[in-house]
């Protein structure tokens, strides 16, 4: 699937039954986050056990995306699936999820790569803390 409007992009990609893949490119905003509502929505028909968001393309997105993304997490987790949102995210997307206090709703990677392959989280907030050091430095 190929959907585009004004300078957004968006497409999505079967890889089987294991997980669906959600490109974005561009700037996304009000006028063009339906183009990844009705992406997510095919990819929920789709089957996949997890959709990966690709958001390493955008250069500009705003709370309306935000809205669709926490609206799609709520839906993969009632239907116990995975959602993944993978980057490198470009500054402005980095600055959404900071500003907005919403990057520990998702499970973020550093690339696509990495959410297709299940790599660790990289949102601070769902780390496994029993990496973290003990106060004091003690072991």
């Known amino acids: 699937m190929f959907l585009s ?7 999505g990609t079967a890889l089987g039954p294991a997980a669906f893949v959600v490109r974005v490119g561009g700037d996304i905003d009000h006028e063009s986050a339906p183009l990844l509502q009705e992406a997510l929505d095919t ?18 997105a705003d709370s309306t995306v935000l809205h669709v993304l ?3 997490e709520r839906e993969h987790r009632g239907a116990g699936r995975e959602l993944s949102i993978a980057g490198p995210f470009g500054a402005t997307v980095r600055r959404l999820f900071e ?19 299940g790599s660790p989280d990289t949102t601070p907030d769902r780390r496994d803390r029993r990496e973290d050091p003990p106060a004091g430095g003690a072991v």
């Not at 409007?5 to 497409?11: I, L, M």
């Open 99 to 117: 500003i907005t206090g919403t990057a520990h709703h998702f499970r973020l990677r550093p690339s696509l790569d990495a959410a297709l392959a």
């Open 70 to 72: 926490l609206g799609a």
């Open 5 to 11: 409007e004004g300078g957004a992009t968006v497409t």
């Open 43 to 60: 990819a929920g028909r789709s089957g996949a056990g997890h959709t990966v968001i690709d958001l390493s393309g955008v250069g500009f």
